[in-house]
């Protein structure tokens, strides 16, 4: 240690050598840490110890994240939705009324062999009346019919995804001899692909604007503190706490709200779930689909929990920051 | 080298009025010095340079040879660590015990708590009050809060102790008491500089004076 005129004012020390300099750094790299687990523990304490207005921080913070949570959520499930009808680029060549199978089974080898042409499905005229059948539950009632009224139809799957060039295609194999029609309804997927896009900015500008929300719920409860705690910090830096000293445990309870917040929103969340979870399924069930609510797993609770704690800690920072610039020890 | 130099030093605060004007003293190490003058002579904007919670408008005040124009806002705390300091309403947190509030300045510096409760109890027991250290400040009559308060300010052994008005709330016995605590340290070598406008008090207690007035050293009157 070089000796500086600061030094001189200490009370005079013995030299330190190497190893008591080592020692010394360790035994500083302790205090730091004590003063951590202490800090941290008794910036606990001083939330329990207001358990109603903690709790509301905290409920308000989880309030504030349930709700870009749940659109994000819900946005998985129409993704997923999206991926699912993804071979519905799939088109429906609807055949000539009274075609032969032998004929059926020609157009079918014929259109197979076309370019830009995946797979081909062949339904016949008599598949399709009983599924037509079996969709709309009528049971025997068509069989009164003299005859079947419908066509033999080829589902095609085409090699690209891509709706402009399965248009096309469909448009070529629609003016095949045989072919009434070929129909591609690729609208509807657009329009749901579209959705999510929105669905995507909405839930983004949500989180942005409720992230920000948690940050000035955070902010101004560590406002309140820094306040309540005045007198405090003015003695604590008056006989020599740094600013890191000062600021601690106001990060500390802004960890602790955005810890509490955050468990509070995965557990609203999964309450909501619970709650809505029996009518969503019975309604899916009615629908024939299998679909349940999405639900954030054990991953997407801790990252929720994550985002909460990191949004809070950063609201705790810049309160303290702002605050403690005003207050000056008289 | 001298503990406290001021060389030419002034002090504005905001306007054009000057608290304190072309101050000129030094401190040798080891005195104890009393400061005395009217109220808003001048006398707590001396120690508030000193202690850096306000800079000179001009001029230089050095503390063992340091000027503290020098010190970084970082170091600040660290050269704060370094002095001790009572004040008049003796600043005490009444949100923790006597004990606590002495241990503040070993907290802040990250003392091990073994140490930190052996130097608490040796600062506790010069001042008296090692039978009060679970109490609450509030359980305590002025005269012992203050007490509490020095025992603070010593319980890091600085070499300069400074006070500002510590007897200011306290009846003639108890500021005499507290003033042959001063005393004591001084004993032992600490440089201690007392702010006070108790001029009976200070004259019987035969110290170096340094007297105020209007911001200006009006007297420099040696121990006598
Ligand atoms: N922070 C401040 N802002 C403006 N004026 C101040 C401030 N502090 C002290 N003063 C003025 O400076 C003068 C000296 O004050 P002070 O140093 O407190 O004197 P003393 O402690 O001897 O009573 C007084 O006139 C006081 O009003
Ligand atoms: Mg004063």
Redesign the pocket.
Known sequence: MKPTPKAAAREPRPRKGARAQRISLDSRYQAWLRHHRQVALDSGRRLVRQPFSSLFTMLAIAIALVLPAMLWLGLGSVRALDHSFDDSARMTLYLSPGSSSEQVIGLAERVRGEPGVSEVEVITAEQGLQEFQQALGVGDTLSLLDANPLPATLLVTPLERDPAEAERLAERLGRLEGVDEARLDLAWLERLRELGALGQRLTLGLAVLFGFGVLLVVGNTIRLAVENRRKEIEVVTLIGATRAFVRRPFLYSGAWFGLGGGVLAVVLLTLGRGWLSAPIGALARSYGSDYALPSLGGGGSLLMVACSILLSLIGAWVAVGRHLAEIRP? | MAMITFEHVGKR??GR?E?IADLNFSIERGEMVFLT??????????L?LLTCLERPSRGRVLVAGRDLASLSAGQVPFYRRQIGVVFQDHQLLFDRSVFDNVALPLLIQGVPPLDAARRVRAALDKVGLLHRERALPIELSGGEQQRVGIARAVVNKPALLLA?EPTGNLDPQLSADIMRLFEDFNRIGTTVLL?S?DLALIARLRHRILR?RE?RLIADEEAA
Do not use: E, Q
Request: cysteine-free; overall charge positive.
């Open positions: 008289r | 605060y905001g009025f608290a003058g009217h109220s808003g002579a001048g006398k707590s904007s001396v508030k500002d702010a406008h105020l911001g």
